[in-house]
C-alpha cells in the first residue's frame, strides 16, 4: 500500500469517526432536549354545557400548567342517549375530540338526558355510553379515561330536567357503565351535594365575583380531576 493510499484511507477513517461522534452528540442532544421539553399530555375534556361553558376546563388548564395540552370538547344541550334529538357523539366537536387523539379522557355527560322525554331511552343509556367510551379506547393513543358523575341538579326551574330522575336512573347508570367498562369515575356530584349555592338556576354554577375562574363549583371540579390526572402519571 503505497503513501497516497494509506492517506487517503486515514483521511476516510478521520471523516467517518468524526462524522459518529456528531451523530452520537446530535442524539445525546435530542434525548436531552426531550427530557428537557417533554411533549405535552392531550387532555379532552368531553361534555355538555357544563363543560362547554363553565370555567372548569380553564381551571383545570391552569392547575396543569405547561406539561398538558387540554381542549375543551364540551357541547350544550347534548345526550349520552343516542335516540335524542342531540347525542352528543352525532356532533362535530366529537370528531374533533377524536381527531386530537387524546392520552387523557375526562367524560361529563348525562345531565340532560334526565329530561322527562328522553325517559323512554333510558334502557339504552348504558349500552350508548359504553360505544361513546369504546370509540375513543380505539384511539392509536390508547387514552386513560375517567367518567365522571355531574353534579348534582338541586331545582327544576325550566321545568326540562327531573332531579330525582337525574339522582335514581342516571348517577347509578353511569357508575354501571363504568363497571362494565372497568374505568375509573371522578364523583363530583358528592363533591357538590351540599352546595346548592353554587348553582343559582339550579344545574349551572354561575360566577360570584365577575372574576373570569371564580366560579367555586368549577375550582371544586377542576381540582378533583387534577388530582386524578397528576396521581395517574408516572413520577419523574
Not at 73 to 84: I, P, Q, R
Not at 90 to 114: E, S
Not at 209 to 216: A, H, L, M, V, Y
Request: proline share 8%.
Amino acid at each position: 500500500m503505497n503513501k497516497k493510499t494509506l492517506g487517503i484511507l486515514t483521511t476516510g477513517m478521520i471523516l467517518l469517526l468524526a462524522s459518529s461522534g456528531i451523530i452520537v452528540y446530535l442524539i445525546g442532544q435530542n434525548e436531552q432536549n426531550e427530557q428537557n421539553n417533554p411533549i405535552p399530555i392531550r387532555v379532552a375534556c368531553v361534555g355538555d354545557s357544563l363543560t362547554q361553558s363553565t370555567e372548569y376546563t380553564y381551571n383545570l388548564m391552569n392547575k396543569l400548567g405547561d406539561n398538558y395540552t387540554l381542549r375543551n370538547f364540551g357541547v350544550g344541550s347534548t345526550t349520552v342517549a343516542l335516540a335524542s334529538e342531540t347525542p352528543y357523539m352525532n356532533t362535530t366537536t366529537f370528531q374533533n375530540a377524536l381527531g386530537f387523539d387524546p392520552n387523557i379522557v375526562i367524560i361529563m355527560l348525562g345531565t340532560n338526558d334526565a329530561q322527562p322525554s328522553l325517559f323512554q331511552y333510558n334502557s339504552t343509556f348504558v349500552d350508548d355510553y359504553i360505544t361513546l367510551v369504546q370509540t375513543f379506547q380505539r384511539l392509536p393513543s390508547n387514552p386513560k379515561i375517567w367518567l365522571v358523575l355531574p353534579p348534582p341538579i338541586f331545582s327544576n326551574l325550566s321545568g326540562s330536567i327531573s332531579p330525582e330522575y337525574f339522582e335514581h336512573t342516571i348517577i347509578p347508570s353511569i357508575k354501571q357503565s363504568a363497571t362494565q367498562t372497568n374505568l375509573p369515575v371522578i364523583d363530583v356530584y358528592s363533591l357538590l351535594i351540599d352546595h346548592p349555592e353554587y348553582f343559582p338556576d339550579g344545574i349551572h354554577p354561575t360566577q360570584t365575583t365577575g372574576n373570569w375562574g371564580s366560579e367555586p363549583a368549577s375550582q371544586i371540579i377542576a381540582t378533583a380531576v387534577y388530582k386524578v390526572i397528576t396521581s395517574s402519571q408516572p413520577s419523574t
